[in-house]
């Protein structure tokens, strides 16, 4: 189960980092300006799955 939990994990944080990628950066990047909704709720999806693998994480030795 440990190892379940390790994998999902690093899942989520793979997940993280590619809407990172796509939703903020592909907004700097982008020559048609920041649509600041946009950008605003990639920046709130990133920290939201970051926190969740971390607890996942952290959680992970104490039922496994």
Known sequence: IMKRRENL????YDLGKLSFAAL???????S????MAI?????SFVVATFIFAY?????????G
């Open 39 to 43: 950008f605003v709720s990639g920046i």
């Open 32 to 35: 048609q300006g920041i649509n």
């Open 9 to 12: 994990s690093k899942a989520i």
């Open 55 to 63: 607890n996942i994480d952290k959680n992970g030795g104490k039922n």
């Open 24 to 30: 903020v950066l592909g907004q700097i990047i982008s």
